[in-house]
Protein backbone atom coordinates (compact mmCIF):
# COMPACT_ATOMS: atom_id res chain seq x y z
CA UNK A 1 0.00 0.00 0.00
CA UNK A 2 0.85 3.96 -1.00
CA UNK A 3 1.66 5.52 2.39
CA UNK A 4 2.02 8.88 -0.07
CA UNK A 5 -1.66 9.13 -0.72
CA UNK A 6 -2.41 12.84 -0.38
CA UNK A 7 -6.32 12.27 -0.32
CA UNK A 8 -8.04 13.24 2.52
CA UNK A 9 -10.50 10.52 4.15
CA UNK A 10 -12.44 13.85 4.68
CA UNK A 11 -16.45 13.81 2.57
CA UNK A 12 -19.01 11.18 2.17
CA UNK A 13 -19.02 7.77 1.87
CA UNK A 14 -21.20 4.79 1.20
CA UNK A 15 -20.03 1.12 2.28
CA UNK A 16 -20.87 -2.54 3.20
CA UNK A 17 -19.11 -4.29 6.55
CA UNK A 18 -19.34 -8.17 6.50
CA UNK A 19 -18.73 -10.45 9.21
CA UNK A 20 -16.53 -13.21 9.27
CA UNK A 21 -15.76 -16.23 11.42
CA UNK A 22 -18.01 -17.61 14.00
CA UNK A 23 -20.84 -14.76 12.49
CA UNK A 24 -20.31 -15.39 8.91
CA UNK A 25 -24.08 -16.06 8.33
CA UNK A 26 -24.69 -12.71 9.39
CA UNK A 27 -25.80 -10.45 6.46
CA UNK A 28 -23.88 -7.61 5.64
CA UNK A 29 -24.66 -4.16 6.38
CA UNK A 30 -24.65 -1.06 4.41
CA UNK A 31 -23.58 2.26 6.21
CA UNK A 32 -23.62 5.69 5.34
CA UNK A 33 -20.70 8.03 6.98
CA UNK A 34 -19.36 11.62 6.57
CA UNK A 35 -15.47 12.57 8.02
CA UNK A 36 -13.88 16.26 8.50
CA UNK A 37 -10.83 16.79 9.19
CA UNK A 38 -10.57 18.27 12.81
CA UNK A 39 -6.66 18.60 13.14
CA UNK A 40 -3.38 17.17 11.26
CA UNK A 41 -4.03 14.03 10.23
CA UNK A 42 -7.19 13.67 12.54
CA UNK A 43 -10.57 13.06 11.62
CA UNK A 44 -13.97 12.71 13.22
CA UNK A 45 -17.66 12.02 12.00
CA UNK A 46 -20.76 10.07 12.26
CA UNK A 47 -21.74 6.72 10.89
CA UNK A 48 -25.06 5.49 10.23
CA UNK A 49 -25.73 1.45 9.49
CA UNK A 50 -28.64 0.69 7.42
CA UNK A 51 -31.46 -1.40 8.69
CA UNK A 52 -31.89 -0.35 12.69
CA UNK A 53 -30.75 2.82 12.07
CA UNK A 54 -27.87 2.77 14.36
CA UNK A 55 -26.03 5.75 14.42
CA UNK A 56 -22.44 5.97 15.89
CA UNK A 57 -19.20 8.42 16.13
CA UNK A 58 -16.23 7.88 15.20
CA UNK A 59 -12.82 9.51 15.48
CA UNK A 60 -9.76 8.22 13.96
CA UNK A 61 -6.32 9.12 12.70
CA UNK A 62 -5.16 8.97 9.15
CA UNK A 63 -1.19 8.52 7.97
CA UNK A 64 -0.76 8.59 4.30
CA UNK A 65 -2.79 5.88 2.68
CA UNK A 66 -3.63 4.64 5.88
CA UNK A 67 -6.94 5.04 8.49
CA UNK A 68 -7.90 4.18 12.05
CA UNK A 69 -10.95 4.76 13.35
CA UNK A 70 -12.75 4.03 16.42
CA UNK A 71 -16.84 3.81 16.00
CA UNK A 72 -19.29 4.25 19.20
CA UNK A 73 -22.37 3.63 18.64
CA UNK A 74 -25.13 6.50 20.53
CA UNK A 75 -28.07 5.56 21.80
CA UNK A 76 -29.39 3.46 24.57
CA UNK A 77 -29.07 -0.34 22.95
CA UNK A 78 -27.03 -2.33 25.04
CA UNK A 79 -25.78 -4.90 22.13
CA UNK A 80 -24.27 -2.59 20.76
CA UNK A 81 -22.02 -0.72 24.12
CA UNK A 82 -18.59 -1.62 23.25
CA UNK A 83 -16.35 0.35 20.38
CA UNK A 84 -15.65 -1.20 17.38
CA UNK A 85 -12.34 -0.66 15.86
CA UNK A 86 -11.65 -0.21 12.16
CA UNK A 87 -8.11 -0.29 9.89
CA UNK A 88 -7.65 -0.10 6.29
CA UNK A 89 -6.33 1.85 3.45
CA UNK A 90 -7.87 4.59 1.37
CA UNK A 91 -7.04 3.41 -2.62
CA UNK A 92 -4.52 5.44 -4.84
CA UNK A 93 -7.37 7.38 -6.39
CA UNK A 94 -9.21 8.58 -3.00
CA UNK A 95 -12.18 7.20 -4.19
CA UNK A 96 -12.13 3.86 -2.14
CA UNK A 97 -11.08 2.26 0.85
CA UNK A 98 -11.58 -1.14 2.83
CA UNK A 99 -9.88 -2.81 5.71
CA UNK A 100 -10.64 -4.86 8.63
CA UNK A 101 -12.78 -4.51 11.71
CA UNK A 102 -13.51 -5.46 15.61
CA UNK A 103 -15.61 -5.61 17.97
CA UNK A 104 -14.78 -7.98 21.27
CA UNK A 105 -14.41 -11.21 19.53
CA UNK A 106 -16.11 -10.56 16.21
CA UNK A 107 -14.49 -9.51 13.50
CA UNK A 108 -14.99 -8.79 9.39
CA UNK A 109 -13.82 -6.96 6.85
CA UNK A 110 -15.34 -3.53 5.24
CA UNK A 111 -15.20 -1.44 2.28
CA UNK A 112 -16.54 2.10 1.05
CA UNK A 113 -17.25 4.31 -1.72
CA UNK A 114 -16.90 7.96 -1.88
CA UNK A 115 -19.89 9.83 -2.33
CA UNK A 116 -18.86 13.14 -2.06
CA UNK A 117 -15.26 14.84 -0.70
CA UNK A 118 -14.50 18.05 1.12
CA UNK A 119 -12.77 19.30 -2.03
CA UNK A 120 -15.35 18.78 -4.43
CA UNK A 121 -17.74 20.32 -1.90
CA UNK A 122 -16.06 23.55 -1.84
CA UNK A 123 -15.63 23.60 -5.52
CA UNK A 124 -19.41 23.34 -6.12
CA UNK A 125 -20.40 25.72 -2.97
CA UNK A 126 -17.63 28.44 -5.17
CA UNK A 127 -19.52 27.98 -8.23
CA UNK A 128 -22.70 28.35 -6.45
CA UNK A 129 -21.74 31.20 -4.85
CA UNK A 130 -20.19 33.25 -7.73
CA UNK A 131 -23.55 31.86 -9.98
CA UNK A 132 -25.26 33.94 -7.50
CA UNK A 133 -23.13 36.64 -7.72
CA UNK A 134 -23.12 37.22 -11.42
CA UNK A 135 -27.14 36.81 -11.16
CA UNK A 136 -27.14 39.47 -8.85
CA UNK A 137 -25.00 42.32 -11.09
CA UNK A 138 -27.35 40.90 -14.65
CA UNK A 139 -30.48 41.68 -12.32
CA UNK A 140 -29.21 45.49 -10.87
Not at 57 to 75: E, H, L, M, N, P
Not at 114 to 134: N, P, T, V, Y
Request: glycine share 16%; proline share 2%; hydrophobic share 35%.
Amino acid sequence: MNDTNNHSVAGGWLGTYHYRGLLAGVPPVRFEAAFRVAAEGKFSGTILDDGGGCEARATGIQTGSQVAFTKVYVGRRRSYALPVEYEGALAGDGKTMRGTWRIGEARGVWEARRLWSEESRGEQEAAEEARGRAEELTAA
